[in-house]
């Protein structure tokens, strides 16, 4: 190894371990690599880690195919191939094909292929190029960004997402699709708490009445209709039961009627044939005294 490169591990070295001689707003960089290469120049030293590169500075934690640290004091990082990075302090991952970092301003700037996470709001974003300030929690979105969170699609050529007030502003033949709902124009600004749009310049869109809210209206109008029906069935029943109890009491008193006609119809037959017999009786009296009239008369003659 030339003395350079010592001299620049040297340097490196120095930076992560001596953080209690310098200021306070300096930050301990950890790394890792396959292999590590270096210079050291008169005003900034350049590092390059390469193979499974990993290097955490701060809240920023990035893994990479090659790392490479440069300027005053390291203050910025630059990464390329298969870039994964997380940071802590904004609950953000991302990965993408290229990136830039500087470790002053808080600014991360990525390139191709950038998919976003954004894992406390729900929200996941993919463009060419993003843009963002950990300081202000404002992404910058540029060449065919797609953001989606919950029930919200959104596409444009270009946003500025507000992490922290969750406001997205589009421009560049934006759109916004809302479950069926679908709303473009020039440009358009979404509350993503409320889901409140606004919309200006050449709008234009379509809405869809949600099945739904007309299933549950129209089921809370069954579910009265249905309660109302019960009502009147129940006073139906009701009215049902006594006119039930009344014909009973009615069929009651014709069947003791109708025992009654019955009764006094044999009572009647009875007396009928008392009548007769006691007629029949009296007729046979009468006729056996005659004869025995008759039979007197002739034996005096």
């Given at each position: 190894m030339n003395s350079r490169i010592r001299l620049t591990l040297f340097l490196l070295a120095i930076s992560?371990?001596?953080?209690?001689?310098?200021?306070?707003?300096?930050?301990?960089?950890?790394?890792?690599?396959?292999?590590?290469?270096?210079?050291?120049?008169?005003?900034?030293?350049?590092?390059?880690?390469?193979?499974?590169?990993?290097?955490?500075?701060?809240?920023?934690?990035?893994?990479?195919?090659?790392?490479?640290?440069?300027?005053?004091?390291?203050?910025?990082?630059?990464?390329?191939?298969?870039?994964?990075?997380?940071?802590?302090?904004?609950?953000?991952?991302?990965?993408?094909?290229?990136?830039?970092?500087?470790?002053?301003?808080?600014?991360?700037?990525?390139?191709?292929?950038?998919?976003?996470?954004?894992?406390?709001?729900?929200?996941?974003?993919?463009?060419?190029?993003?843009?963002?300030?950990?300081?202000?929690?404002?992404?910058?979105?540029?060449?065919?960004?797609?953001?989606?969170?919950?029930?919200?699609?959104?596409?444009?050529?270009?946003?500025?997402?507000?992490?922290?007030?969750?406001?997205?502003?589009?421009?560049?033949?934006p759109q916004v699709v809302q479950n069926q709902d679908a709303f473009r124009a020039q440009e358009i600004s979404l509350n993503l708490k409320t889901n409140e749009i606004t919309l200006d310049g050449h709008v234009r869109g379509s809405v869809t009445t949600k099945t739904s809210s007309s299933s549950e209206g129209s089921a809370s109008g069954t579910k009265a209709k249905s309660a109302s029906e019960k009502k009147e069935d129940s006073s139906s029943n009701a009215k049902d039961g006594k006119e039930k109890e009344s014909s009973a009491k009615e069929s009651d008193k014709s069947e003791k009627d109708a025992k009654a006609t019955e009764k006094d119809s044999k009572d009647s037959k009875a007396k009928d044939s008392a009548s007769k017999e006691d007629l029949s009786g009296k007729d046979s009296k009468e006729e056996k005294a005659d004869k025995e009239k008759e039979e007197v008369k002739d034996a005096k003659q």
């Open positions: 992560m371990l001596a953080t209690s001689t310098i200021p306070a707003s300096a930050e301990k960089i950890t790394f890792s690599a396959d292999s590590m290469s270096g210079v050291s120049g008169k005003n900034s030293d350049r590092t390059t880690l390469s193979g499974n590169a990993n290097i955490k500075a701060d809240a920023m934690e990035i893994s990479a195919d090659s790392i490479e640290l440069y300027g005053a004091d390291f203050r910025f990082l630059k990464a390329t191939g298969n870039i994964k990075g997380i940071n802590s302090q904004s609950k953000l991952e991302f990965t993408c094909d290229s990136m830039t970092y500087d470790r002053i301003a808080k600014i991360a700037v990525l390139r191709n292929n950038v998919h976003l996470i954004d894992q406390e709001n729900k929200v996941t974003a993919d463009a060419e190029l993003i843009e963002y300030n950990q300081k202000t929690e404002v992404a910058v979105m540029q060449i065919n960004v797609y953001l989606v969170q919950e029930e919200n699609t959104c596409t444009a050529a270009h946003a500025v997402y507000n992490k922290k007030q969750q406001l997205l502003d589009m421009s560049g033949n």
